[in-house]
């Protein structure tokens, strides 16, 4: 999340400071001109003394006039981003909760020498994190964690007035550094808080996180199942979490796509349903980037769509939609991630 931080921020910035400066260089060359070879009439005086082309008065123009309209682009593709709640409801999407931006010191690797306590970390002191990706069971206390309980009463809700359960949820999102293994996470340990059996599976089998965030094993596990070489059982493994089990990606694949796209995952999904697990959560690519989300999106019961504030916009989003539309797929809903929220536009136990 602090690099998604910094690639935000910085892109922002940098574009910004180019575009003014390239606005005002201009804006000072047209003063300098307008006032030696127009207002004094000496342009026959300044070309031959100053050696200045008459042709810099038209150059000046021209970037002073490309400019604005490359800003007005990139403006135009800056509020195109998802950043908000409202922005997500122009897309008519079911927004199921939010998940605010940690501050910037709090995004650290948890020290071995840190003697504060977890459980001593009250809502409003988020500077304090140093495991986001696992808040929601380290800080239970935190500000944070009232966010993805209501997330996780949004999902169990959404799916009531059906008659088929909602159990095999696949996280997606459009691109890269959005939070879906950390937003996986966290619904994992509010779901078992709860009393749930949860099942986390890696299949992202590209770029595998899930197994770090737990800190187990990374393999054996789904890569050898889906090739027949070891059971279900064997695959999956007990987190330090109770109620948790994950089921790791395994070693790398050549091929994640033939792996994922045959009859052994729709098997899985099966007979996770019939293994007493209450809700599988599925880990995926980013949807824009590889096939491999919009397969698994098309065997389970629903996705969730996960958009990080700032860093997809409108266009990306009605891609994935388009994509899980042709695959057949349910999606239950968005969470959007690394939101920046004002404690007036929440109710006050939120902050407590």
């Not at 260089?25 to 047209?30: E, I, T």
């Not at 004094?40 to 490309?66: C, E, H, M």
């Not at 050898?224 to 979490?241: D, P, Q």
Request: charged content about 25%; overall charge positive.
């Amino acid at each position: 999340m602090q690099k998604q931080n910094n690639r935000i921020k910085g892109s922002g910035f940098w574009w910004k400071f180019f575009l003014v400066a390239t606005i005002l260089s201009g804006l000072a060359g047209l003063l300098y001109i307008s006032d030696e070879f127009i207002f004094k009439k000496k342009i026959l005086t300044a070309v031959i003394t100053l050696k200045i082309p008459v042709y810099t008065i038209p150059i000046f123009l021209i970037l002073l006039i490309l400019s604005i309209l490359v800003y007005i682009k990139l403006k135009a593709r800056e509020e195109s981003k998802i950043k908000s709640e409202k922005d997500v409801e122009k897309l008519h999407l079911n927004l199921l909760g939010i998940v605010p931006s940690l501050p910037r010191e709090g995004i650290e690797v948890e020290s071995e020498k840190s003697q504060e306590p977890f459980s001593e970390i009250k809502r409003g002191e988020e500077s304090k994190v140093k495991q986001i990706e696992l808040a929601n069971h380290y800080y239970p206390a935190m500000s944070i964690s009232e966010f993805y309980r209501t997330i996780r009463t949004s999902i169990m809700f959404s799916h009531l007035d059906r008659t088929n359960s909602v159990r095999n949820i696949v996280i997606i999102s459009a691109n890269r550094m959005e939070g879906r293994s950390s937003i996986i996470a966290n619904l994992a340990v509010s779901f078992a808080e709860m009393g749930e059996k949860v099942l986390v599976v890696g299949t992202d089998l590209r770029n595998p996180r899930l197994h770090q965030i737990f800190k187990v094993k990374k393999s054996p596990g789904l890569n050898r199942f889906l090739r027949g070489k070891i059971t279900l059982k064997e695959a999956f493994r007990k987190t330090s979490i109770k109620n948790i089990y994950l089921l790791p990606s395994g070693a790398r694949f050549q091929d994640p796509l033939a792996l994922l796209g045959g009859l052994w995952m729709f098997n899985l999904m099966e007979e996770v349903k019939a293994g007493g697990f209450d809700y599988i959560f599925y880990d995926t690519p980013p949807m824009l980037d590889v096939a491999d989300a919009s397969i698994v999106s098309s065997y389970a019961d629903c996705a969730i769509l996960v958009i990080s504030a700032g860093l997809s916009n409108q266009k990306e989003i009605k891609r994935v939609l388009n994509i899980l539309e042709q695959k057949r797929a349910r999606i239950l809903g968005v969470i959007l991630n690394n939101a920046m929220i004002k404690e007036k536009d929440y109710p006050s136990y939120f902050f407590r």
